[in-house]
């Protein structure tokens, strides 16, 4: 199975990227990294390991510090490389005033700013999910989104080609819906990804508050809080929704539940102020 890639500066940022493989590692589900301080190798060229390491991950995980988002840093060499070969970039705010570079919007971050356990919970299971057919489908749907923004930036003898690779892109998007709406799929991912995969849509479960049986949804109402919950934590919303609904009684019970997944209190008096009464 391929490996995250972690990108953070050694000026202020080592120490969480440290930690935060080895907690990735230890799991459940346990989860491949690539750090350089653990896997260089010494007597070879580092920055074709680096390189190498980028292009046979199956994400990079860009940690968001006050030195790693400065135009001169490294990691951008690093992220940009990963966006060039069509790998995921998951953007990881570790320092607050940190601003996502202009090159990797629309991405949602993952917020360790405030709270780390909280962030590194979202973090598993958006990795999980991404393993999934939707979040193939997604990072399909992020490359045609980077290569369409650039396209009015390219030399007009490269637009054929690229239009060429967007129309190409698109039928691969189409493939992937209909293999999303197909649970089948599921199986070829190994057990431990099978198993997480599967909780989000995993029958009722009585509740632990209450001991109450969770109750039948309508699946539009939890596809709308969903998308609400997705604008502060990203596109792992859908996953913890289904888990939520799993084990919830009532809409507030389900609304308190996933407002803990969101770091910034603010945030989270918003998202408990939306649900209906």
Known sequence: ?????????????????????RELAEGPPALRVWLDRRDLK?????????????????????????????????????????????????????????????????????????????????????????????????????RLADMMRNLSRLPEQDRPRV????????????????????????????????EDLSTAAAPPKPSAESGAPARAWDPAFLEGVSRELAAYIGPMAKILVGRAAGQASSTEALYKALAEEIASPDDRRKFLASRPR
Not at 3 to 14: G, K, P, Q, T
Request: net charge neutral; charged share 25%; proline share 5%.
């Open 163 to 194: 239009l060429e690779e967007i129309a190409g892109l698109q039928k691969q998007i189409e493939g992937q819906e209909q293999l999303v709406g197909d649970s089948s799929v599921i199986a070829v991912f190994p057990a431990s990804l099978r």
């Open 1 to 21: 199975m391929a490996r995250h890639f972690i990108s953070y500066s050694a000026v202020d940022a080592a120490d969480f990227a440290v930690r935060l493989a």
């Open 42 to 142: 010494p007597g070879m060229d580092w920055d074709e390991q680096i390189s190498q390491a980028i292009k046979r991950c199956a994400s990079l995980l860009f940690v968001m510090s006050r030195d790693s988002v400065m135009p001169t840093s490294v990691c951008k060499r690093e992220w940009t490389l990963a966006l060039k070969h069509n790998k995921p970039v998951i953007p990881l705010l570790l320092h607050r005033e940190a601003e996502l570079p202009f090159l990797l919007e629309p991405r949602q971050y993952i917020d360790f700013s405030m709270d780390s356990a909280a962030g590194l919970r979202r973090l598993r299971s958006h990795l999980v999910w991404l393993a999934g057919p939707a979040g193939v489908l997604q990072t399909l749907k992020d």
